[in-house]
């Protein structure tokens, strides 16, 4: 098992639209096989940073998710909001 960071930055007129996107769709993403959780975080000093911290089973698990149309459908959505590219990684825990 390993666990997913992606660091994201919004657009603060923005975030209202990403909270409802992410609200809708948290429970299919927590539900992709291979997900044991999927969690949300707002920077303490900087509101328009996000991470989603996601565990993973395998790295295929997480690549089958990414290939999928619930990932393109939240991706494409979502991507349209940043101010800043997003960061990722996969870490060990």
Do not use: C
């Not at 993403?29 to 959780?37: E, S, T």
């Amino acid at each position: 098992m390993f666990i997913r960071i992606v660091k994201m930055s919004f657009h603060e007129e923005n975030i209202p639209a990403f909270l409802e996107n992410f609200e809708i769709n948290k429970d299919k993403i927590r539900n992709a096989p291979g997900n044991r959780l999927l969690e949300l975080y707002q920077d303490k000093n900087n509101k328009s940073i996000f991470f989603t911290y996601s565990y993973w089973e395998t790295e295929e698990d997480l690549e089958n998710y990414r290939q999928s149309e619930l990932f393109n459908g939240v991706w494409g959505f979502t991507k349209k909001l940043f101010n800043d590219k997003p960061e990722a990684w996969s870490v060990d825990k």
